[in-house]
């Protein structure tokens, strides 16, 4: 995201499903020869997607057009696997998702390792479809699977002290390449404040389109927080920690004056390289005004009341 100026979508980077496979074909090969230590031997098909069993209709769904499958699987950032929009879709299958755990630890009164299969277990899966809007101007609709996360908070009981909410992907250089270099500080993290964290509309996603969630998209198990630029939403999840003081995330280490804390999806508030008051839709033409907390701004803005937006960014 700081590396290249972002630039609109052109049509050739969202390639059609058969050019697709046939090239992701290719650079598997290629990925074989320059990279094959990754590889450990295992399959390099990238797997299966189970169906899942979920509820429709949430109330919080958007009534909007969603992104095509494909270009929500094709177009991704994941620097884990490259800082290339296309790479986490080629090279994401090398992540081992099972077996899973989380810790969960902090201000909390049952901190513990747990595997991922034990939490869900507890947690009725549902759609919530959202948009998503990048930091770099372009932004989609997706129908993720999942289940609040204030549910999971509760069932853990952070105590009194926990005032925030610290997530942190894998690290696992050896299948995530990405993490060789050292483009980010490893492993990601991010962070959001108790009540943003409790908010109806925040969710841990385990899928998308009603399936469990490609790697490339997080799985096995992700973040989803549509009000706010995409990068908050973390991916591949192995630690929820609960914290006094407001955790560090990952972009506001690597470019402070570029990415604040908070991070609302905020149209008046320009990134210093560029102005975020448009968007493009991925699979339309003309671009959209972006709206005042992605468009969630009923739902959202009383958690934000006296702050000054500017300021926190
Ligand atoms: N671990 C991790 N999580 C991440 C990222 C990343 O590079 N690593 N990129 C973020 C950014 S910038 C965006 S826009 C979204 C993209 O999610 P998607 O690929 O499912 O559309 O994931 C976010 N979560
Ligand atoms: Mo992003």
Redesign the pocket.
Known sequence: ?LIKKPDDIKPSEITAESVYLRRREFMQLAAGLALTPFIGGGSVEAKTLQSLKFRTGSAYSSKEAMTDFES?AT??????FGTDKTS?AKYAHLLTTSPWSIVIDGEVSKPGKYNLEDILKQHALEERIYR?R???RWS?V?PWIGFPLADLIKRFSPTSKAKYVAFE?LHRPEEMFGQQRSV?NWP?VEGLRMDEAMHPLTILAVGLYGKEMPN???API?LVVPWK???K????IVRISFTEKQPPTSWNISAPSEYGFYSNVNPQVDHPRWSQRKERRIGEFLRRDTLMYNGYAEQVADLYKGMDLKKHF
């Open positions: 995201m929500i177009y991704n950032n994941f620097y884990e986490p998503l990048c930091v770099e989609m997706v992907t980010l990601y490339q998209n997080g992700r630029y995409g990068f939403s973390i991916k591949s």
